[in-house]
């Protein structure tokens, strides 16, 4: 199911799944808290908690108690570099990645 939001012109989709997990693999890579993966990764508690369970079970996200941060594991990197390359090769710009493009260009003097 997607939901369509009505703003400034732009039509903003909710993100899939695997756009969501490669965002908190993407923030996670070095080292981030949970508060750190919900405000770059543009989720709530809820869904960072949720999704962040799955990558652990998985084997992509690994936790470091000692520092409470969770970090990409090296299933992690790989999936992120398979990801990138498909996205290439089918020239798809993921939401992120398009939101960026424009905020760089806006910056841009």
Known sequence: MTINFEGKGDKMQNRQKDEMMRDILAVSNGGATITQIMFKAYMSHGQAKGYIGELLESGFL???????KYRTA????????????ISEMLSISTKRCAADKRMETAFQF
Do not use: N, V
């Open 74 to 85: 090296s299933k992690g990197l790989e999936y992120l570099q398979a990801a990138e390359k």
């Open 62 to 68: 690994e936790f470091d108690p000692t520092e409470r």
